[in-house]
């Protein structure tokens, strides 16, 4: 079946030496082999990340990237250059989306940049507060996984990984439930990928949590057969967090 993934989001946190320590505490540290873990430094420390991961099974991933393959535009990383690197690519986080003015057209020609060179992407989508309180959680999630992915071949989409990260959960200590994230992810996340692709693809989709996500809370998500793992940012930052994090869900998933 689908196989647990937790992957860390550094954010625009670790040189590229602070960085190194990190990813080999981590390396030291790992003690199972049935939870897949991601890292996603920032660009600057992925090629000293990547010297310290070798031979190990902790896999690289970006937090961006661009839908071209090379060209004139100033400050981008393209997808031919990532996968020198990296298996995965997270795309469309809420900070992206947020400060970035990322729009879903922008998110799907990167998830089509990204497939097209072998990198998988981890999609983000989640609703803002403002969203939830008006009732529109189900319609924000739904439309934004559907125009990321609308025209993948059910082949392409079967391989991607799905963070459901309801935007006001975070960095704010403030989690959502787990009864809250598996309705979400069981109704529009899985739902739509049923919709466009069928109910297999929808089946073998790994589909992740984020928000808030630490040692003491994440048993109440990974517990849900339907949720996949997590995405976590601000507790990837220490091994010891992120560690707790791998192995709890290594635990409950056993
Ligand atoms: P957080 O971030 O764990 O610090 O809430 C999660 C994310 O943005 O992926």
Redesign the pocket.
Known sequence: MRQPLIAG?W?MNKTATEGQALARAIREGLQTQTVEVVLCPPFTAIPAVHAVLQGSPIHLGAQNVHWEDAGAFTGEISPVMLKEWCRYVIIG???RRQYFHEDDEMIHRKVLAALRHGLIPIL?VGETLAQREAGETGTVVATQTRRALEGLSPEQAAGLVI?Y?PVW????GRAATGADAEEVIRRWVRGTLEELFGLEVAQRVRVLY????TPENIAEFVCRPTIDGA??????LKAETFLGIIHETARVKA
């Open positions: 989001n954010k986080h809420s900070e983000c963070a990260e959960a975070i960095g704010t984020g928000g808030s996500v995405l976590v940012g601000g507790a990837s």
